[in-house]
Nanobody, 128 residues
Framework: QVQLVESGGGLVQAGGSLRLSCAAS????????MGWFRQAPGKEREFVAA????????FYVDSVKGRFTISRDNGKNTVYLQMNALKPEDTATYYC?????????????????????WGQGTQVTVSS
């Protein structure tokens, strides 16, 4: 059973930083796109960032550009989301996602339907 395990969420004041981690149980993910999504209460799941299998291509939602950075360490089967200058509107449950159906090293995806596996989520709360 493939698993994605997120960690690193918590409570932080506005302007602060957090780093989320997502560890994959299968080395296959090291060649596939991975992404971060978030969902706030009463809202739909929203794309945050995605990274290609090689790590050479990354995409971000406009609201986090310049503040968040997605990266990966394929040797550790782990993807990270460094979040700086956090705002109260960043408060949400953050989910890691991985795709295995295409697995080319250069593509990354922004829609939930492109991903095959999801983590359990980690809560990020930003106080004003």
């Amino acid at each position: 059973q493939v698993q994605l395990v997120e960690s690193g969420g918590g409570l932080v004041q506005a302007g602060g930083s957090l780093r989320l981690s997502c560890a994959a149980s299968d080395r296959t993910f090291s060649t596939c796109a991975m992404g971060w999504f978030r969902q706030a209460p009463g809202k739909e799941r929203e794309f945050v960032a995605a990274i290609s299998g090689s790590g050479g291509n990354a995409f971000y939602v406009d609201s986090v550009k310049g503040r968040f950075t997605i990266s990966r360490d394929n040797g550790k089967n782990t993807v990270y989301l460094q979040m700086n200058a956090l705002k109260p509107e960043d408060t949400a449950t953050y989910y890691c996602a991985a795709e295995l159906s295409k697995c080319n090293s250069y593509s990354a995806y922004v829609t939930p339907d492109d991903y095959d596996y999801w983590g359990q989520g980690t809560q990020v709360t930003v106080s004003s």
